[in-house]
């Protein structure tokens, strides 16, 4: 499904990494973070966060921005892994059809509709993995050709700041990529000790008239941008950002 690297590594590689939870519907702000990176990381081993990004995001409608939500199984969900999480059984009709009716009068719905496809006909049951498909999708659109990793499938451990450097020193990474809010909470020596390099993660968000809408009022999802200003112009704003 996803370009992965080969086994055993090479120390030669000297790699930038984006590590980051695979969100629904993703901001900008992430396609633009994996497209400057080497390699992107999918964070899907950690915790489930619920009323996070994780299976929600904003889209504008004639009512202004609302949160598009896909329903999970949350029964159990502090115990589970975010690939763990499954959707509730008949989520597809109505969200595809909420998508399919707001956006297919944008002025470039065509850009978008193959992402809305892949949604209508996606027939598994993990949310990770519905995320991952739309990502790749928005990603490919844009011509953004950066590898793909799950952290679920590598051979890594710890929590925090730790899972991270056991990412990134897997892959012999030397500089990460991190939002303005990581620093909050991260333990900044140990990447120090590891001699990786931290490069804050900056992205000046578009400022556009939605179709639907008189004003833009907050940061919708991807999509939303796409839909409006079309992917040539999007592209020209994620590789000069």
Known sequence: MFRNLPNGISNSIKMTVCIHQPEHLPWLGLIHKIAISDTYVILDNVQYKKNYFENRNKIYTNQGWNWLTLPVKMKGHIEKSFFEMELVEGWKRKYAATLLQNYRKAPFFTDIEKVLNRIENYDGNSLADLNII????ICFI????TPFLRAKEMNVIGN?????ISILTQLD????????????YMNLNLFKINNIELKTHQFNHPKYIPFNFPELTDYPCALDVIANLGKEKVKQ?????
């Open 160 to 164: 925090k700041t730790e899972l991270l």
């Open 237 to 241: 704003l994620i590789y000069y950002n």
């Open 142 to 145: 844009l011509d953004i050709n």
């Open 134 to 137: 739309i990502i790749k999708e």
């Open 173 to 184: 990474a030397k500089a990460y990529i991190v939002g303005k809010s990581g620093f909050d």
